[in-house]
């Protein structure tokens, strides 16, 4: 079975500093991996992705991603975090078909940033 | 414009009732998914289906059932044996290929 941990459950910086939140998936087999973001009262929005190619992913908002296949992990970062940058973070991963497709999220991290 | 439709937005029910909430997608997709949204438990998947007429529980599917008779609708029934059903749920669809998700803006269940 496929999982995902996330291990910052809540993060609390100030802007201008350096965010990198930290997931590690396990499942056996080829995976898809997936950051989403969800501001507050807002819904969930595609970060970025990761399919194959390029371990480094850059996504929307100056975010990216590395996937480390040894490490079983996928951790996002942002050298430089703005106060909108407030919001729960959720890694995810989409196992193949044998496994139904299915898309497992980590419990997110919330993210805030002070002024 | 495609996407994934959930009604309604806010849904009210009193405990013993079942209750349906809708997810309709016009995306042409083939699997679609329903998950679960608590505070500090992330998402957890309830029901998924890859097909017409096929559906697997997921994580927490007890106290929940679905169906997919058609491609497009894949509603979701929260019984009276859900203990605790106050969440927000959300329904995504996923297309074949190397494709993300398309997640609909969800439904938020209270039980008063």
């Known amino acids: 079975a496929q999982s995902v941990s996330q291990h910052n459950h809540h993060v609390i910086l100030s802007e201008a500093a350096s965010l990198e939140l930290g997931c590690n998936y396990s499942?056996?087999?080829?995976?898809?991996l997936f950051w989403y973001v969800q501001y507050p009262g807002q819904h969930l929005q595609l970060l970025l992705k990761?399919?194959?190619?390029?371990?480094l992913v850059k996504g929307i908002k100056g975010f990216e991603a590395e996937f480390i296949k040894s490490k079983f992990s996928f951790n996002l970062r942002k050298p430089s975090v703005q106060w909108s940058d407030t919001a729960e973070y959720f890694c995810?991963?989409?196992?193949?078909?044998?496994?139904?497709?299915?898309?497992?999220f980590g419990g997110g991290t919330r993210v805030l940033v002070k002024p | 414009d495609g996407g994934i439709t959930q009604s309604p937005k806010y849904l009210f029910r009193k405990e013993g009732q079942n209750v349906t909430l809708s997810c309709e997608q016009n995306?042409?997709?083939?699997?679609m998914y329903w998950y679960r949204q608590d505070p500090g438990q992330g998402l957890r998947l309830i029901y998924y289906?890859?097909?017409?007429?096929?559906?697997q529980k997921g994580d927490i599917a007890e106290g929940y059932s679905v169906s997919r008779e058609k491609k497009e609708s894949f509603p979701l029934t929260v019984t009276s044996a859900q203990k605790n059903p106050t969440a927000f749920y959300l329904c995504?669809?996923?297309?074949?290929?190397?494709?993300?998700?398309?997640f609909g803006s969800g439904t938020r269940l209270t039980v008063v």
């Open positions: 499942y056996g087999g080829t995976v898809n």
């Open positions: 995504a669809s996923w297309r074949q290929g190397n494709y993300g998700y398309t």
């Open positions: 995306l042409n997709h083939d699997a």
């Open positions: 289906s890859q097909i017409v007429n096929d559906f």
């Open positions: 995810a991963v989409r196992g193949g078909a044998a496994a139904g497709n299915k898309l497992t």
């Open positions: 990761y399919f194959s190619g390029d371990p």
